[in-house]
Antibody, heavy 122, light 108 residues
């Protein structure tokens, strides 16, 4: 079964750090771009970051640049999001997602985890 | 940054009716680099459509997408109770990928 399982969320004070993990199974993880998407309580979806298959190409949402780092370990079938200098507005459910390349420049986030909750509060 | 604006905010329809959801981009999303996602209450999102009009694997043909440039539509024909969800459009023309604010579909 193709599956993504996030972990590492929790309660952290403003200015603190957290490292989210996403364990992939059921597919060849190293073949895919991966993404982090977040959703603040009661709000819509917000794309956070993408990483290509070998980690050489990375894109970030402007508001997290310099604070968040996306990375991956293909040997361990794992995706990570290191979050530093956390702010109250980073409070959200964080989802990891697999990016499927349909060809001709078309992509879709076709597999999602169930998410891990990050709360930034004093 | 491409801003996606969805309308209406909420649709309230009866089972069997059709739903038309709109997504307008602040600038062209190129060769229809747009997708639609469904998020049911308490669940992760699910990919419905990519490339503006191509159904993802396993998506019923009641769901169809259309449009190009800056104006896109998701049509749900013959609504079923299980279609209760928030629907988001999302572009992947360039970085940052952005989502619309969502349209909530309620079933009467």
């Amino acid at each position: 079964e193709v599956q993504l399982v996030e972990s590492g969320g929790g309660l952290v004070q403003p200015g603190g750090s957290l490292r989210l993990s996403c364990a992939a199974s059921g597919f060849t993880f190293s073949n895919y771009w991966m993404s982090w998407v977040r959703q603040a309580p009661g709000k819509g979806l917000e794309w956070v970051a993408n990483i290509n298959q070998d980690g050489s190409e990375i894109y970030y949402l402007d508001s997290v640049k310099g604070r968040f780092t996306i990375s991956r370990d293909n040997a361990k079938n794992s995706l990570f999001l290191q979050m530093n200098s956390l702010r109250a507005e980073d409070t959200a459910m964080y989802y990891c997602a697999r990016i499927w390349n349909y060809g001709a420049g078309h992509y879709g986030m076709d597999v999602w985890g169930q998410g891990t909750t990050v709360t930034v509060s004093s | 940054e491409i801003v996606l604006t969805q309308s209406p905010g909420t649709l309230s329809l009866s089972p069997g009716e059709g739903a038309t959801l709109s997504c307008r981009a602040s600038q062209s999303v190129g060769s229809s680099y747009l997708g639609w996602y469904q998020q049911k209450p308490g669940q992760a999102p699910r990919l419905l459509i990519y490339g503006a009009s191509r159904r993802a694997t396993g998506i019923p043909d009641r769901f169809s997408g259309s449009g190009s440039g800056t104006d896109f539509t998701l049509t749900i024909s013959r609504l079923e109770p299980e279609d209760l969800a928030v629907y988001y459009c999302q572009h992947y023309a360039n970085s940052p990928w952005t989502f619309g604010q969502g349209t909530k579909v309620e079933i009467k």
